[in-house]
């Protein structure tokens, strides 16, 4: 209403400015019947009131109370006007058809009725009192006589009934108009009703939905599409849809055949890196964006993050081979110790009791030497195939791993070229864990770190312990990298590179897992290599524990007490 009334204010000052400036370019004479001065009187007026009108919209007057004082005041002006430019006879008598019609944009029915009856009544009393002499007429205008009497009469008469006419149809038109404005609003409320229901189940669903245009420009982009991408709506919405997910073109034709040949919908796997570049593996289907008339106008891509699903298939592939495999290393070690032991006994009884050259010495050395590397490698095997029991104490995490750090900057396997950074919080890390395996985790890790670097480089340990959150243990090499297929292999046993036994690892996500802690591998090929132990934040110990409780930290084992 208020911004009806404003184009109302502004429309009655162009109409009184087009009026005077018609008259005054089209007036030769003058006489004393010029309209001009009425004209210019009632402009005036106009531009007066106008200002009061548009005071009163900043005021705590109703519009619908303003709108009826603003109706009457130009039904007033109007006749006015009619009556100065010769009543009946008045040229200007379709200004009350223009305030009636102007009602129904404001008014209702009843209002529009109002107006129309007002005009009709007004200029009724005009018409009469003029004609009837009881009101003279304007100056330089003669009073009715005889015969033009009669003619004035049957145009008043014509002119009454137009203008009632007018109000009867445009009350009726202003009850269809209202009718029409309640309608569209009701319609209008419903479809942003209706829009943000769909936007918020948009937004609430967990599965990634993303829109795009034909040429694959990202249209809308849902919250769950944030959170497992990473990236944020505002930063992707008119980008290219393949630059996130990479070249899905073959699968979204595939599954847009599938829908033209009413076939199963596929669901494609793909692996994509986030806003932040991790990897993460997605499971998407695709269908087309269709309009009112089912044109295709763009595609729509449902996704789901996989990448946890994904790794505990792996796991669980993982535990049935490696639980296979620990079988027959049992099997294995307890076949192979035994002659072992027997085999080097002997050998070294015939060393007491013969003389041998130097040759043979050097020979029977070598016997004893690649015995005990065998035996080392059957200990593995029984380690990984039967893990100790754990023993828990509380240990103090950043001085462990100071200490296993410290041994390897020790180790001949270090070269000049090799760089070891660390990062450990300023207070002591108290956790419970057995303190033999801890250290055993830690070593084989940057152990294998190192060996990724043949030709030098960084490695970078860092242990965060933040209130809260569990604890994390991160070495970063920038070595050669792995394949996925080499990730996906990485803690199966017999899995080496370089020259061990590939037991390593594989002892390493056991001990992980008996501490109830995850290992996080993230590595591309020629980019290096990160891998983060995650263990469980319910083993932390929030105060030093008194020192006959605490455990004693021994010497790091030796290069090789573990092959990795």
């Known amino acids: 209403m208020r911004r009806k009334l404003q184009w109302l204010l502004i429309s009655r000052l162009a109409i009184a400015a087009a009026l005077l400036a018609i008259v005054g370019l089209t007036e030769r004479d003058q006489s004393a019947r010029s309209f001009v001065p009425v004209l210019a009187a009632m402009a005036c007026a106009t531009v007066i009131l106008s200002v009061f009108y548009f005071a009163a919209l900043r005021s705590q007057i109703t519009h619908r109370t303003q709108a009826y004082i603003q109706f009457s005041l130009d039904v007033c002006m109007v006749t006015w006007l009619v009556y100065r430019t010769g009543d009946v006879e008045?040229?200007?008598?379709?200004?009350?058809?223009?305030?009636?019609?102007?009602?129904?944009?404001?008014?209702?029915?009843?209002?529009?009725s109002l107006v129309g009856a007002s005009a009709g009544?007004?200029?009724?009393?005009?018409?009469?009192?003029?004609?009837?002499?009881?009101?003279?007429?304007?100056?330089?205008?003669?009073?009715?006589?005889?015969?033009?009497?009669s003619w004035t009469e049957f145009m008043?008469?014509?002119?009454?009934?137009?203008?009632?006419?007018?109000?009867?149809?445009?009350s009726q038109l202003a009850a269809r108009i209202r009718r029409s404005e309640t309608q569209l609003a009701n319609a209008t409320k419903d479809l942003a009703d209706y829009r943000l229901f769909n936007d918020r189940i948009?937004?609430?669903?967990?599965?990634?939905?993303?829109?795009?245009?034909?040429?694959?420009?990202?249209?809308?982009?849902?919250?769950a599409a944030e959170e497992i991408t990473g990236y944020r709506a505002v930063e992707v919405r008119g980008r290219n849809v393949f630059g996130i997910?990479?070249?899905?073109?073959?699968?979204?034709?595939?599954?847009?055949?599938?829908?033209?040949?009413?076939?199963?919908l596929p669901r494609f796997d793909i692996g994509c890196r986030t806003a932040d570049d991790h990897e993460i593996h997605l499971g998407f289907s695709v269908a087309p964006l269709v309009d009112e008339a089912d044109n295709s106008r763009g595609y729509v891509l449902t996704f789901q993050d996989l990448t946890e699903v994904m790794e505990l298939e792996r796991e669980v592939r993982r535990q049935e081979r490696l639980a296979a495999l620990g079988k027959m290393a049992a099997g294995l070690a307890h076949e192979i110790r035994n002659p072992l032991a027997s085999m080097r006994g002997s050998v070294q009884v015939l060393a007491s009791e013969l003389s041998f050259s130097q040759d043979q010495s050097q020979l029977m050395q070598i016997v004893l030497r690649e015995s005990d590397r065998l035996n080392r490698i059957?200990?593995?095997?029984?380690?990984?195939?039967?893990?100790?029991?754990?023993?828990?104490?509380?240990?103090?995490?950043?001085?462990?791993?100071?200490?296993?750090?410290?041994?390897?900057?020790?180790?001949?396997?270090?070269?000049?070229?090799?760089?070891?950074?660390?990062?450990?919080?300023?207070?002591?890390?108290?956790?419970?864990?057995?303190?033999?395996?801890?250290?055993?985790?830690?070593?084989?890790?940057?152990?294998?770190?190192?060996?990724?670097?043949?030709?030098?480089?960084?490695?970078?340990?860092?242990?965060?312990?933040?209130?809260?959150?569990?604890?994390?243990?991160?070495?970063?090499?920038?070595?050669?990298?792995?394949?996925?297929?080499?990730?996906?292999?990485?803690?199966?046993?017999?899995?080496?590179?370089?020259?061990?036994?590939?037991?390593?690892?594989?002892?390493?996500?056991?001990?992980?897992?008996?501490?109830?802690?995850?290992?996080?591998?993230?590595?591309?090929?020629?980019?290096?290599?990160?891998?983060?132990?995650?263990?469980?934040?319910?083993?932390?110990?929030?105060?030093?524990?008194?020192?006959?409780?605490?455990?004693?930290?021994e010497p790091a084992p030796s290069k090789a007490a573990v092959n990795a």
């Open 378 to 553: 059957v200990s593995d095997f029984l380690t990984y195939a039967r893990p100790p029991k754990i023993e828990r104490s509380v240990i103090e995490l950043a001085g462990l791993l100071s200490e296993t750090i410290a041994l390897l900057r020790n180790s001949p396997e270090l070269r000049p070229d090799h760089v070891i950074k660390e990062e450990y919080p300023g207070e002591p890390v108290h956790y419970q864990g057995d303190p033999n395996q801890i250290r055993q985790i830690f070593w084989n890790l940057a152990r294998n770190a190192i060996q990724a670097m043949p030709n030098g480089g960084e490695l970078r340990v860092a242990l965060d312990a933040r209130p809260k959150r569990d604890v994390t243990i991160a070495f970063s090499d920038t070595g050669e990298g792995m394949s996925r297929e080499q990730k996906e292999r990485l803690f199966e046993p017999f899995n080496s590179s370089s020259g061990g036994t590939g037991l390593g690892m594989a002892i390493v996500y056991q001990l992980v897992r008996d501490h109830n802690g995850k290992i996080i591998v993230d590595s591309e090929t020629g980019k290096g290599t990160r891998i983060a132990i995650r263990l469980p934040v319910s083993a932390l110990v929030s105060q030093r524990p008194p020192a006959a409780n605490t455990a004693h930290l």
């Open 90 to 112: 008045s040229p200007f008598l379709a200004l009350y058809l223009v305030i009636i019609f102007a009602a129904c944009a404001l008014l209702g029915r009843t209002g529009v």
């Open 156 to 170: 008043f008469s014509l002119n009454l009934i137009a203008i009632f006419a007018v109000a009867i149809l445009s």
């Open 202 to 223: 948009i937004e609430s669903m967990r599965s990634g939905l993303v829109t795009t245009d034909l040429r694959g420009h990202i249209i809308t982009f849902n919250h």
């Open 245 to 264: 997910f990479g070249d899905i073109e073959k699968q979204i034709e595939a599954g847009l055949e599938s829908i033209r040949t009413r076939t199963r």
């Open 121 to 149: 009544v007004f200029y009724v009393g005009v018409g009469v009192l003029t004609m009837s002499r009881i009101l003279p007429r304007a100056a330089g205008w003669a009073a009715y006589e005889g015969g033009q009497l």
